[in-house]
Each structure stands twice: as C-alpha cells, then as structure tokens.
C-alpha cells in the first residue's frame, strides 16, 4: 500500500519537474559547482516510516538549515533564559546576511538569521571550537538518525570567502553578544552549515520535531517538547528569511531553508518532509522547492492551521469476526496521515488474512486524498489477487461505484458474506 502513497507523492514532485528557474548560490564559490537540476521529496511519517521520491540520494549541504537544530541544542543545553539573554525571537523582515542587531535590545533579532545563528553556536558549552562542533555534530547525527559528515570543499570555500560573516562576528563582539574569539566561532558556524544531508536525512530531521524530540527511526530522546515547541516557533515566524509571511499563509509548516537548495517542514505530531532543487530565487529560497511544498501543503491538506475537528487514532479497533477475515475500523476525522497509517498497517498485517474488511461507517469526515487512499487499499487487494471489502454505508468514501472499482457493503456482516462466499469459490 506504500507504493499508493509513493504514487501520490511523486505525482505532485512531477508537477514541478520542468521548473528552472532561480539560480545556484554563487556567493560560495563551491556551492555554484552543484548539478542544477537535482529534486528531490522525502516524508517522514511520525512512527519513522519514509517515503522517497527523485533524486532523494542526492547529498547536498545542510548551510541554513543547520540554525534552528543549533539553536535547539542551545536550548537544550544552557535553558530558554540564558539562550534569550542573547537572541531575540522577533522576524527581521531583513535578508539572512544583513548586518545588523535589534535597535533597542543589541542583541541579534533571531537565530534564523546568520548574526543569530552564529551567537546561538557561541551558546553551547564546551571549552574549545572542536569540542562544541562535535556537540552539534552528535545532536544532528542524533537527529537524523545517521552519522552526518562535513562537506570539507565547501567548508574551506566558505571559509575562504565569508567576510560578510566575519564583520557580523566582530559586530556581535563588539555588542557584548560573543563572549568567544569570533573566528574559532566562525569556524565552527562554517563547519556546521557545510554538513552532507539528502532529503531523508532532513525528513528524518524533520520527523524528530514533529515527534517532539524523539527520533521516531532510532527512538532516542534527542531533546525535550518545550524546546522542539520553542524552536518550531522560531522556525514559523522566521524560518524561510524574509518571506517567512508568505510561507505560512501558502504553506503552513514550521520550516527552514538553506541556500543549499533544501527546506525542511515540520508538521507537528504528524509529518516529516525534506525537499532538495537548488535553483534559489532572490530571497535564497529554493524555487522548486517552495512550489512543491505549496503544492503539498495544498493538496495534502498539510496547513497547520486546518481545522480538524477531531484528531483521535485513526484505528477504532482490529479484530477477526471468523478465521481469517480481518476487520479495520476506522474512525474520526481522516485525513492524509490518518489515511496512510491505515494503508501502511493493512500493507504490514497483510499476510497474516485471507480478507480484508475496511470499514468507514465511524468517519465522520474525511479529505480527497485519505478518500483515494482508501478505496485504493480494497483494489490493490484485489489487483493482487486477495480479497479487500469496503463496508461504508453513507458512501464517504465511494461517492460514485462507476468511479472507483470498488463495492461497497452496507454492513460489517454483508460483507464477511460476502468474503466467505469469495473465499470457498
Ligand atoms: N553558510 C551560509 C551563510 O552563512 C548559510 C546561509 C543560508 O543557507 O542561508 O551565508
């Protein structure tokens, strides 16, 4: 049943296959070395399953999207207190690399910016540049469930060239916000944001604070719910640079965005997603990238501000009215995780029946795509030569029998009936 979702999945990446606009970031000289066309989509489910679509092996470099997990590990290891006595948390309305701190405070406007993200590395504790940048290393590597590893080419190009980094440094020492030698936090900062990740990695990243600090692959505790709350905060209001506004009203996900070409976007409780095309538009946003997102949020109905009326389990209860003939009851609002889950679950006990009897009367709403979801898992039952049977009185699912190629049964017991009756023939 994954290959249903995966279908979904790659039908909306297709979409935007042909858009190219947007230009490599040149001002890393090694970041214009890239291959333009890479594209990829992952998803993360909150129980860690993935879903990959085109180029998600791919690796490319963390940069921006490294400062809210930075920025969490300050959290976490130092307290929200001593974290806000150096960095705000208001949106700067200004690009990334503006010099600049907050007028009133001096201290730099949030940690998404690159003054904030580079006093945020000042804030873990460690007793040298090497010590704090295997703190971030771990914390990462915890996140995304795998060892991460530096890109060295375009760390050291990075290094070469970041003066404009290195005047924002020396301006937040000379602020009283850098208590450190701004180079060796420089260098750390350079390290960080050249970190190899594919898509998976960033949805698994993802999923670790959508899980509110578990990493639901490994299911290690990476970090505590007030902090994911806090940085996913940060990431709403001033995740995707200055066109944070726009972001939230199209899309609606805590996110974050690097001028690798990636984005991260967190759906909290539900969803992981990492996106990777690194033709960036002026912002330094990836073109691809927002629109596939867009796309996303709009068809899966991802938006966290959707109201939902009701976010129950979607699975009510699962049992076997005779031998071998399974029941799954479903209930509440469904949406597209909702809908997944169920698809994945049926997927995983498939072998274990004869018959699968999916029964919706208890939905009480339901959205297009759990809809195609779920009168897909009775047919790719059939299609696989098993039976599947759809008991959904009030036609929530199948609007439209010549539609879908679907029956639908008006009882539980009609359509153990009518299994048994498929079984002996
Ligand atoms: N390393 C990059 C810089 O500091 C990150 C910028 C970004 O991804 O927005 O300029």
């Not at 921006?64 to 806000?84: E, R, W």
């Not at 771990?138 to 995304?144: D, K, L, Q, R």
């Not at 060892?147 to 301006?171: C, F, H, P, Q, W």
């Not at 990492?274 to 899966?300: F, H, I, M």
Request: charged share 25%; hydrophobic share 40%; with cysteine.
């Amino acid at each position: 049943m994954a290959q249903l979702v995966r279908r979904y999945l790659d039908r909306i990446l297709d979409e935007h296959r042909q858009v190219t606009d947007g230009a490599l970031a040149c001002y890393i000289p090694e970041l214009a070395r890239v291959d333009p066309h890479g594209f990829a989509l992952s998803l993360s489910s909150a129980d860690g399953f993935i879903y990959e679509c085109g180029d998600a092996g791919v690796e490319f470099t963390i940069q921006s999207i490294s400062k809210p997990f930075t920025y969490a590990l300050a959290l976490d290891q130092i307290g929200q207190n001593a974290v806000d006595a150096k960095i705000g948390v208001e949106p700067s309305g200004e690009a990334f690399n503006e010099i600049s701190v907050d007028e009133a405070t001096k201290k730099p406007k949030n940690p998404m910016i690159n003054a904030g993200a580079i006093a945020a590395v000042s804030l873990i504790p460690a007793s040298t540049p090497d010590e704090r940048f295997a703190m971030i290393a771990e914390f990462y590597s915890a996140c995304a469930g795998r060892r991460l590893e530096l890109d060295r080419d375009v760390y050291s190009s990075e290094k070469a060239t970041g003066s404009r980094n290195r005047a924002i440094a020396y301006m937040l020492q000379s602020f009283g916000v850098l208590d450190d030698d701004p180079d060796d936090v420089l260098d750390v900062y350079f390290r960080q944001c050249s970190f190899n990740v594919t898509s998976t990695d960033l949805a698994r990243m993802a999923a670790t604070l959508a899980r509110g600090g578990v990493n639901p692959l490994t299911g290690r505790r990476v970090t505590n719910a007030a902090v994911v709350k806090r940085t996913l905060s940060v990431m709403v209001t001033c995740g995707m640079y200055d066109a944070a506004g726009d972001w939230v009203s199209a899309v609606g996900m805590p996110a974050k965005s690097g001028v690798g070409g990636g984005i991260v976007a967190v759906l909290p409780g539900q969803l992981g997603i990492g996106v990777y095309s690194p033709l960036l538009d002026a912002k330094g946003n990836s073109v691809r990238g927002v629109r596939l997102c867009r796309s996303l949020s709009e068809q899966l109905g991802l938006h966290f501000l959707t109201v939902a009326r009701d976010s129950r389990a979607t699975l009510r209860a699962v049992y076997e009215p005779r031998d071998g003939i399974r029941v799954y009851e479903t209930h509440g609002d469904l949406l597209f995780s909702g809908a997944e889950q169920v698809a994945r679950t049926v997927e995983r006990e498939r072998a274990d029946f004869a018959a699968v009897i999916l029964d919706v009367s208890r939905v009480d709403d339901i959205d297009d795509t759990a809809r195609e979801l779920l009168s897909g898992i009775s047919a790719a039952l059939r299609a696989e030569g098993r039976a599947g049977y759809l008991v959904d009185p009030a036609g929530i699912v199948i609007r439209n029998e010549l539609e879908y190629e679907t029956v639908r049964y008006a009882t539980v017991d009609d359509a153990v009936a009518a299994a048994e009756r498929d079984l002996r023939a």
